[in-house]
């Protein structure tokens, strides 16, 4: 039987210390979105292991957080689809984490996500990273579609009255794919943390049954 996504709620980001503790165990959207070949699980790893440059933020990411309860409130308005900071595991693989920035049940009983963006760029298409970041929040909550709504800023000024949206599919194969390289990122963690951990009282945090 297939559980409801409910059922599935591991932490929300309002709490954000124990949120930012439940996504450090298991591999988020963010983490999926850059994999985008077998050759980029190393620096994901070495990342996630808090080696490598990291990235704490930047104005970018600020102007985006700030504008994203904005342009979710529209989200609410127009599409019916409300805000989300709750933290999922997929049904089966519990390391297998995502954060939609909304959710909500259609008509005919099938969820559907919202996934919000703030660019300097106009978009023709949703870049591939985050093509990959939507593909997997599908998977791990079992939704169909994914509402892509996007603000264009200039110097942190929105352009245009409203944002920009589009509707992605779900689509198994490219999810099929992004399922065996986040298993295979678990893999290279879980060598490189039990080969640490062989020295140390607690346990590897990947090795999760």
């Known amino acids: 039987m297939t559980s409801s996504h409910l059922d599935r709620l591991v932490a929300d980001s309002s709490d954000r210390v124990a949120w930012l503790r439940a996504r450090s165990r298991g591999?988020?959207?963010?983490?999926?979105?850059?994999?985008?070949?077998?050759?980029?699980?190393?620096?994901?790893?070495?990342?996630?292991?808090?080696?490598?440059?990291?990235?704490?933020?930047?104005a970018y990411t600020?102007?985006?957080?700030?504008?994203?309860?904005?342009?979710?409130?529209?989200?609410?308005?127009?599409?019916?689809?409300?805000?989300?900071?709750?933290?999922?595991?997929?049904?089966?693989?519990?390391?297998?984490?995502?954060?939609?920035?909304?959710?909500?049940?259609?008509?005919?009983?099938?969820?559907?996500?919202a996934e919000i963006k703030t660019t300097t760029k106009p978009w023709s298409s949703v870049p591939r990273n985050y093509l990959r970041q939507i593909w997997w929040q599908q998977y791990v909550l079992g939704a169909e579609r994914t509402l892509v709504v996007w603000e264009q800023h200039a110097n942190f000024v929105p352009v245009g009255e409203e944002p920009m949206c589009r509707w992605i599919d779900r689509d198994e194969k490219q999810i099929n794919q992004l399922v065996g390289l986040a298993n295979n990122l678990i893999d290279e963690l879980h060598r490189r943390t039990t080969r640490v951990s062989r020295y140390l009282v607690h346990d590897d945090p990947y090795d999760i049954p």
């Open 27 to 58: 591999i988020t959207a963010t983490d999926v979105a850059r994999l985008s070949s077998a050759k980029s699980i190393d620096a994901v790893a070495t990342e996630k292991l808090g080696g490598g440059p990291g990235f704490s933020g930047n």
């Open 62 to 113: 600020d102007h985006g957080r700030a504008r994203e309860p904005e342009i979710a409130r529209w989200v609410a308005a127009t599409h019916g689809i409300s805000p989300s900071s709750a933290l999922f595991h997929a049904e089966i693989e519990k390391r297998h984490l995502a954060t939609p920035d909304g959710l909500a049940v259609s008509t005919s009983g099938a969820l559907v996500l």
